[in-house]
């Protein structure tokens, strides 16, 4: 069965950095392209980032771009999600997503 474990969220101030990873397993990593999506409280899921199988290619929602970086391990069937100069409007729960599949979340709060 396909497992996408997200891990590293928290509580961070605005302007501050996580780092997101996704821990996925069940199925061949490396073959596929892997997303990142969010979904704040009362709001529908918003796509965020996708990068293609190998990692060279990648695609932002302008909501983040320049402020987020996804970057994938192949060889550690990892994903992860570089988030700097947090904004408020950041928090959300945060999933992995392969194909039309999300993993279990985690939380992303960006608050004062």
């Known amino acids: 069965d396909v497992q996408l474990q997200a891990s590293g969220g928290g509580l961070v101030q605005p302007g501050g950095s996580l780092r997101l990873s996704c821990a996925a397993s069940?199925?061949?990593?490396?073959?596929?392209?892997m997303s990142w999506v969010r979904q704040a409280p009362g709001k529908e899921v918003e796509w965020i980032s996708t990068?293609?199988?190998?990692?060279?290619?990648?695609n932002y929602a302008d909501s983040v771009r320049g402020r987020f970086t996804v970057s994938r391990d192949n060889a550690k069937n990892t994903l992860y999600l570089q988030m700097n100069s947090l904004k408020p409007e950041d928090t959300a729960v945060y999933y992995c997503?392969?194909?039309?599949?999300r993993g279990q979340g985690t939380q992303v709060t960006v608050s004062s």
């Open positions: 069940g199925f061949i990593f490396s073959n596929y392209a």
């Open positions: 997503k392969l194909l039309t599949q």
């Open positions: 990068i293609s199988s190998g990692g060279r290619s990648t």
